[in-house]
């Protein structure tokens, strides 16, 4: 139980940090990298939930951010809604997509549903690119309104946004630490291992897999609706694969499957990228080898390293303490052995 | 009725370049099982490399498309030899994830080396002819009839050469052919090269007519892989008929239904076949 306290206490101080980090941080810059951060973080754990845990490789998931962040945009804008209103429609809106393309994509498998989803997401990218009347496509989407106030709560400065975004992603690592570790989340893994074991075992794969990836969009659509009322303009390259790219690569950095992974991979890859901002569009010469090379060399990622290496570390423990147990047997039942013998022999 | 014959010849030059960046990725879905997101890039670069070696080196279209073939091959089989051999027992997303690495990093490379304008490749095969009252410019002949001869090559060296019959048999069972002694690193890099060479002179055909950029292969790898899906994955008829297919839906869908919304005709018919039939068209039975 030691593991945990501690590790309560770690989580503890990291939101505390998280918290306290606009009061101690004066640089307006700082706090904008960190709410993208934070907006990245919510949909790497969308990806992360389906890639990670279930096993699947979704495409498609920069599009689904896309349609967040548009829908909120023409709700808000051409419709004319309540901010928040049309907050909970874009995420709703999105979810509702999510089911169909789930409850078809789904029944293709492996490659079949990565190459299934790269189109759904390059469809998704062409038709916000070319219907000019209601994304306006290449030129952009401006003019999308900040959040709204709730009651005393006023979202117009950059650090009540910040507040904003760390409150949903609070709220995302909760749901989802509360859903790996309960039945429906050892579901997820035990499709993600095997596939045909899982159905054996009588668990409806189909079910378990359209839930866990309306869930994955939900929150990817929650990621996108922020960044729409954070960044206040959109444009259709948030749905080209390169975005995709991004997420693939905070995810992996952090580590495929963990519930650190997201964090640790989002916020390191971003502070990395501000430091090579001065390569600009050629950042992927650099970041293009090094998932490569992170795939084949260190797929676990950071979180995922960590892990291993505890679980390694603890099991070494384990093998000792049994060893010294062992030999304190040995040498027991020989000292006993001689007495005895010195006993008959005396 | 002009216009639709019109239309047909353009479904058939298209088609043509489609069916071989498609023979090229079927080939190595064949051997290796592997969806290889980088397909695209290897068709970039096959253009920049043709047109450098044609403005930078001076060489005639002809020798410019056979270095680039080579080149661009030699790149295929390092790839293989670099990432997806390490690879080949990793768990299947891990492919997926370092083709789209390796296809990232090509085309940040061809930004930075080449820069990121829209560049006409110059050809000496753009006058244009009338045959049977239709026109057409000398390329696009050269485009159907050199697609047409290398797809029949590639069907004899498949069929009729021991090397060709050893890429089928690896293709068939990768264990069995290991067994009857055929060297399967030797073939996956041959596999690799010749994939790479298909999308070199696709490129290098289709670049006179469309242009020269760094995201240049991006609609034609995505649609490669609609034809490989509809054709079946690994099956090399499957890849030039889809291709074709492919071509003409095109063609007269811009011509009929809206010139803006063509490309999404491809994805289109794979979103209906898959929702149809989720192993794709003509999955093998019973496995």
């Known amino acids: ?346 | 009725m002009e216009l639709f014959i019109q239309q047909l010849l353009n479904g058939l030059t298209v088609g043509s370049v489609y069916s071989l960046v498609a023979l090229g990725l079927t080939l190595v879905y064949g051997i290796l099982h592997i969806p290889n997101f980088a397909h695209g890039a290897l068709y970039m670069m096959g253009g920049y490399v043709t047109l450098m070696a044609m403005t930078k080196l001076g060489m005639p279209y002809g020798i410019a498309i056979v270095a680039s073939m080579a080149a661009v091959g030699l790149l295929g089989v390092l790839m293989e030899r670099l990432v997806f051999y390490p690879l080949r027992n990793a768990p299947p997303l891990h492919d997926k994830i370092a083709a789209i690495g390796i296809l990232l990093f090509l085309e940040a490379f061809a930004q930075f080396v080449w820069g990121a304008d829209y560049q006409t490749m110059p050809t000496p095969y753009g006058d244009v002819v009338t045959v049977f009252g239709f026109t057409l410019t000398i390329q696009r002949i050269l485009i159907i009839a050199s697609a047409v001869i290398i797809m029949i090559l590639l069907y004899l060296f498949l069929k009729k050469t021991f090397i060709g019959a050893s890429i089928i048999a690896m293709a068939q069972n990768r264990e069995g052919a290991n067994l009857v002694g055929i060297n399967t690193n030797k073939v996956a890099m041959l596999t690799f090269f010749l994939s790479g060479s298909l999308a070199a002179l696709a490129a290098s055909l289709a670049s006179p007519i469309n242009l020269v950029f760094p995201g240049m292969g991006h609609l034609v790898i995505l649609k490669a892989f609609v034809i490989i899906i509809l054709g079946g994955m690994g099956s090399i008829p499957g890849a030039i008929v889809g291709g074709y297919i492919l071509g003409f839906s095109e063609s007269l869908g811009a011509t009929y239904v809206s010139n803006d919304y063509k490309d999404i005709i491809a994805f289109a018919i794979l979103v209906i076949i898959l929702t149809v039939k989720p192993n794709g068209l003509f999955a093998k039975e019973g496995r």
């Open chain 1, 1 to 346: 139980m030691a593991i945990l306290e501690k590790r309560r206490l770690w989580l503890a101080a990291l939101i505390a940090a998280a918290i306290l980090f606009p009061l101690f941080v004066a640089n307006g810059y700082y706090v904008h990298m960190m709410t993208i951060s934070f907006i990245w973080m919510i949909a790497v754990y969308g990806l992360n939930l389906f890639a990670g845990y279930t096993g699947y490789l979704s495409l498609a998931h920069a599009g689904f951010f896309a349609i967040g962040a548009y829908a909120l945009g023409i709700l808000t804008v051409k419709a004319g809604w309540p901010f928040w209103l049309a907050f909970a429609a874009a995420c709703l809106l999105t979810t509702l997509i999510g089911v169909f393309v789930g409850l078809v994509a789904l029944r293709t498998k492996e490659h079949f549903f990565a190459i299934y989803t790269l189109c759904v997401g390059y469809i998704i990218y062409l038709i916000i690119d070319k219907w000019d009347s209601l994304t306006g496509g290449v030129r952009g989407f401006i003019g999308i309104p900040a959040p709204a106030d709730i009651g005393p709560l006023s979202f117009q400065t950059p650090v009540a946004q910040y507040y904003l975004v760390l409150f949903f992603l609070l709220v995302v690592v909760w749901i989802m630490h509360r859903l790996v570790y309960s039945l429906t989340g050892r579901t997820y893994i035990a499709i993600r291992n095997s596939e045909e074991l899982a159905l054996t075992l009588g668990i409806s794969t189909m079910k378990n897999k359209l839930a866990s990836f309306v869930l994955s969009v939900f929150f990817t659509s929650l990621a996108g609706a922020l960044y729409a009322s954070f960044i206040r303009f959109l444009g259709p390259d948030i749905a080209y694969v390169s975005v995709m790219f991004d997420f693939l690569t905070y995810l992996l950095v952090g580590g495929i499957g963990t519930l650190a992974g997201p964090v640790v991979g989002t916020l390191l890859v971003t502070f990395l990228s501000q430091q090579l901002q001065f390569l600009q569009d050629y950042r992927m010469l650099i970041f293009g080898p090094v998932l490569t090379l992170l795939i084949i060399f260190y797929p676990h990622g950071i979180a995922g390293g960590i892990i291993r290496l505890k679980a390694r570390r603890s099991e070494a423990r384990r093998l000792q303490l049994e060893a010294t147990q062992a030999s304190a047997e040995l040498a027991a039942a020989s000292r006993q052995e001689r007495s005895e013998r010195y006993a008959k022999e005396g």
